[in-house]
């Protein structure tokens, strides 16, 4: 069992910066591969943000390449998402979860263990 826990949300205007961070309690990595980060919004299904593996792959959904990145401290079992130029259409609750196997940030039914959430609101 990995419990992962998520902060850094909250409310800003369209343009500026965010950063969220997750920790994982565990990081082995036999139990961890892959870290990522994954959105969703009312009325929405949950989607993909982008992921980090062990293996040194990153993959990130198209609407948030050039203004996201994801970073990972592995001496502190710790993920982070650092959100430029946020869009209204950015607001949503951010999960981080993990993976046990390698593979890609859409693959959302191959992460096993998530957090509770963070809220991320944009507006102006």
């Known amino acids: 069992q990995v419990h992962v826990v998520e902060s850094g949300g909250g409310s800003v205007q369209p343009g500026e910066s965010l950063r969220l961070s997750c920790k994982a309690s565990?990081?082995?990595?036999?139990?961890?591969?892959?870290m990522g980060w994954f959105r969703q919004s009312p009325g929405k299904e949950r989607e993909g943000v982008g992921i980090?593996?062990?293996?040194?792959?990153?993959s990130y959904t198209n609407s948030v390449k050039g203004r996201f990145t994801i970073s990972q401290d592995n001496a502190e079992n710790t993920l982070n998402l650092e959100m430029n130029s946020l869009r209204p259409e950015d607001t949503a609750t951010y999960y981080c979860?993990?993976?046990?196997?390698?593979?890609?940030?859409?693959?959302?039914?191959?992460?096993?263990?998530w957090g509770h959430g963070t809220q991320v609101t944009v507006s102006s």
């Open positions: 979860a993990t993976s046990r196997v390698y593979t890609f940030y859409s693959a959302i039914n191959d992460f096993s263990f």
């Open positions: 565990i990081f082995s990595d036999v139990l961890v591969k892959c």
């Open positions: 980090i593996c062990r293996d040194g792959s990153e």
